[in-house]
T-cell receptor, first 115, second 114 residues
Framework: AQTVTQSQPEMSVQEAETVTLSCTYD???????LFWYKQPPSRQMILVIR??????QNATENRFSVNFQKAAKSFSLKISDSQLGDAAMYFC????????????FGQGTELSVKP | EAQVTQNPRYLITVTGKKLTVTCSQN?????MSWYRQDPGLGLRQIYY???????DKGDVPEGYKVSRKEKRNFPLILESPSPNQTSLYFC?????????????FGPGTRLTVL
């Protein structure tokens, strides 16, 4: 069975600085998707960025980028120029291509942004 | 507007009193699922449905039931709620398949069982 681990329950960053959130996963599959979701205080689940396992190039969405290390099964999220609105819970998630739409989530990392 | 709706958003109930949390999507998605979110555990899948009349257990199905009589609706039923079912619940929908299809989440239902 696949598992996703986020070992940082809480992180803090100064406004305008860069922060990296860690995520590792375990799978025997070679084809899958990885995601980072943001959950602000409103509790809404917001897709931040996704990575297809077959792509070597790291995904980027504006200030958000990932470092995808397939062999190491590592998938970290880098937030550049952090803003107060980035404060939220962040979840790393895995999806097999063979299991419909099931997402397997990590435990979450609570990010606070200091002004 | 494409969306997944859940009702109620907040619910406080007592042990043993049957309840239903409704979920509806307007995107004609085949795949729907329920997750529960607990501190330190992330989100875990309760049940899922690949299409009308096709449902199956997720990772934490004990104490829950679902039905899929219509494509747009996927209610979560707690026949006899217990305090360990106090949690934040999310309904989600997407198109199934090997290609990437974004999963759309509902706004969440905060359930407290006393």
């Amino acid at each position: 069975a696949q598992t996703v681990t986020q070992s940082q329950p809480e992180m803090s960053v100064q406004e305008a600085e860069t922060v990296t959130l860690s995520c590792t996963y375990d799978t025997s599959e070679s084809d899958y998707y990885l995601f980072w979701y943001k959950q602000p205080p409103s509790r809404q689940m917001i897709l931040v960025i996704r990575q297809e396992a077959y792509k070597q190039q790291n995904a980027t969405e504006n200030r958000f980028s990932v470092n995808f290390q397939k062999a190491a099964k590592s998938f970290s999220l880098k937030i550049s120029d952090s803003q107060l609105g980035d404060a939220a819970m962040y979840f790393c998630a895995y999806r097999s291509v063979n299991q419909g739409g099931k997402l397997i989530f990590g435990q979450g990392t609570e990010l606070s942004v200091k002004p | 507007e494409a969306q997944v709706t859940q009702n109620p958003r907040y619910l406080i109930t007592v042990t043993g009193k049957k309840l239903t949390v409704t979920c509806s999507q307007n995107m004609n998605h085949e795949y729907m699922s329920w997750y529960r979110q607990d501190p330190g555990l992330g989100l875990r899948q309760i049940y899922y449905s690949m299409n009308v009349e096709v449902t199956d257990k997720g990772d934490v199905p004990e104490g829950y039931k679902v039905s899929r009589k219509e494509k747009r609706n996927f209610p979560l039923i707690l026949e006899s709620p217990s305090p360990n079912q106090t949690s934040l619940y999310f309904c989600a929908s997407s198109r199934p398949g090997r290609v990437f299809n974004e999963q759309f989440f509902g706004p969440g239902t905060r359930l407290t069982v006393l």
